[in-house]
């Protein structure tokens, strides 16, 4: 008897030591998917009313877009081949880097009344400010605290000019867009607001009130616009915006607001300053008048995208109605798939 009692013990104290160095998993509904869930089976009927649904929301979210985006006015003038002197053209990067006046007198005519605020934008095309190296050099630090402003070691090659760093450093500061517009309508002046064009947390947070800007552009080569030393890098909203980069080589960036309207016929004359040098790369320049509506500016792809999946859901409900009703087929009984218990109705 003791000796199957011992034996007994010695089985159980196995088993119980091989459960703890097993790998297996406590059993639990979690671990072995057995949980309840929601396993439809896509009847003819779900299919077609799926597809039905999907198309009446989405097209006239369409519809609603494009008219939305239709409403926008926009003013776009491209200026930086037309404001090139014509003897100047064989080389222009010859004229826009020499000391040959750059001023260019544009006329715009408003086609459709535009309600304020009128957003003045620039846009700059073939231009990468998505370059890996371009991207990486600045100092976020240096831009935040003046105790930072050493920082300037991703900033290179403009970093320091005369062994000072260089305030605000790193080439997408240096790089920063100079041409310069100033607009009258039917030859009276017209106010160009450059105050709250850029993001309210970029000038509360990254930008500080106490750092002013130090040797800036006074290296070699200038590669754009110059700040007021005067003036804390928190109010330059210019460069504020011009910091943040864009993600495509096609961008527009906001240049400021005319907050009055804009009647139709009305004659926009621009005199502007053709200083930034796009030519060396083959980039093209356009000064762009805009309004907006509840959907943001003028862009039509958004209409057409949801037109488009709409069109093709509704297509689909159509097709698939026609052949339910040319060619039926009889359904399975949905009682034989695998985590039905009870195949059939019985046991």
């Known amino acids: 008897m003791s000796s199957n009692t011992a034996s007994s ?10 459960r703890k160095n097993s790998k297996r998993p406590k059993y639990s509904k979690f671990t072995q998917q057995e949980l309840p869930a929601c396993k439809p089976i896509l009847t ?13 929301i989405f097209i006239p979210l369409g519809v609603i877009s494009l008219f939305a985006s239709q409403d926008v006015v926009e003013i776009v003038d491209r200026y930086d081949n037309d404001c090139i002197p014509a003897p100047a053209r064989t080389n222009k990067v010859a004229f826009i880097q ?7 007198n544009r006329t715009l005519t408003v086609t459709k009344r535009m309600k304020q605020p009128i957003y ?6 073939n231009f990468y400010q998505n370059h890996r190296r371009y991207v990486k050099s600045r100092s976020d630090s240096q831009l935040r605290s003046p105790k930072f402003e050493n920082q300037i070691s991703a900033c290179k090659p403009e970093d320091d000019a005369g062994g000072k760093p260089i305030v605000p450093c790193g080439l997408i500061a ?23 064009i850029a993001w309210k947390s970029d000038k509360e947070h990254k930008f500080g009130n106490k750092v002013f800007p130090k040797n800036f552009q006074k290296g070699n080569l200038t590669g754009g616009a110059t700040l007021n030393p005067d003036i804390p890098l928190s109010e330059q909203e210019d460069l504020i915006v011009w910091m943040r980069t864009a993600a495509l080589p096609t961008f527009r960036k906001l240049y400021g607001k005319i907050e009055t309207d804009l ?12 200083n930034y040098n796009t030519y060396s790369f083959s980039g093209k320049k356009k000064l762009v008048l805009s309004t907006t509506s509840w959907l943001g500016g003028k862009n039509d792809f958004l209409g057409i995208a949801y037109l488009t999946v709409g069109g093709i859901c509704f297509f689909l409900a159509l097709a698939f109605t026609i052949m339910y009703l ?11 798939l695998s985590w039905n218990r009870n195949p059939g109705g019985g046991r």
């Open 98 to 104: 020499g000391a040959a006046p750059k001023s260019c």
């Open 174 to 196: 240096w790089s920063l867009f100079n041409d310069t517009y100033t607009l009258s309508r039917n030859n009276t002046p017209l106010a160009v607001n450059k105050k709250g």
């Open 326 to 336: 040319v060619k039926p087929r009889r359904l399975g009984d949905p009682s034989y």
């Open 120 to 125: 003045v934008y620039y846009q700059l095309e």
């Open 44 to 56: 003819p009927g779900w299919v077609i009313s799926t597809f039905l649904i999907v198309s009446v």
């Open 263 to 274: 009647e139709n016929g009305d004659t926009i004359q621009v005199t502007l300053q053709n």
């Open 9 to 18: 013990s010695a089985g159980s104290g196995d088993s119980s030591a091989a």
